[in-house]
Nanobody
């Protein structure tokens, strides 16, 4: 299974970015999908997740109201729209794929596959 993330870059505070992640090698519509992020010196943390159908979404408190996760099962892709970006959003963002059950959506160990990460840098 391969996860290919893209869309990272540099943006000023208050700006927007949309991350994309395409999955191959697994039936995408059976997977829950998540976005995690890791800043230098910090542990990987949960950002957002979505269930297999897209009907349910979950967000970290830091992301609520600013980030929107969505998916297109026909394109085997998941997206993270990030608005009103803050300096503290600077991190490497990883998309993750897993199977429902066992762990809640915000648990890193609940995901079997991770992408290579895409860097988001927010500057003042």
């Amino acid at each position: 299974v391969q996860l290919q993330a893209s869309g990272g870059g540099s943006v000023q505070a208050g700006g927007s970015l949309t991350l994309s992640c395409t999955v191959s090698g697994e039936t995408f519509s059976t997977l829950k999908m998540g976005w995690f992020r890791q800043s230098p010196g910090k542990e990987r943390e949960f950002a957002a997740a979505i269930n297999w159908s897209g009907a349910s979404t979950y967000y970290a408190d830091s992301a609520k109201g600013r980030f929107t996760i969505s998916r297109d099962n026909a394109k085997a892709s998941v997206y993270l729209q990030m608005n009103n970006l803050k300096l503290e959003d600077t991190a490497v963002y990883y998309c993750a794929a897993g199977f429902s059950g066992g762990y809640f959506y915000d648990a890193p160990q609940g995901y079997t596959y991770y992408g290579q990460g895409t860097l988001v840098t927010v500057s003042s």
